[in-house]
């Protein structure tokens, strides 16, 4: 049980860590961001690329863990506080 307890706080930082990052400060500095992705002159955008794929990692996560993680925020904090 303490290894899950451990395993779930390292997935909800690294989820936090994810949802965190600014895509104008940090994200477009390292052309990591959606915006600054242009693929070659003349070619598509290519989604089999290691950077096409972790653009849309960072964005879906963004978007899609939003609301989770303030719940799961909160649920790990008040566990932490009571059980300590």
Do not use: C, H
Request: aromatic share 8%; no cysteine.
């Amino acid at each position: 049980m303490l290894l899950l307890g451990n395993f779930l706080y390292v997935s909800v930082l690294l989820v936090n860590a994810i949802a965190i990052l600014s895509e104008d400060r940090f994200l477009a500095r390292i052309n990591l961001s959606s915006a600054s992705y242009d693929p070659a002159f003349g070619a598509g955008p290519d989604s089999q690329s290691a950077k096409a794929k972790v653009i849309n990692l960072i964005a879906s996560v963004r978007t899609l863990m939003r609301i989770p993680l303030i719940a799961i925020n909160t649920l790990i904090i008040t566990y932490e506080l009571v059980l300590g």
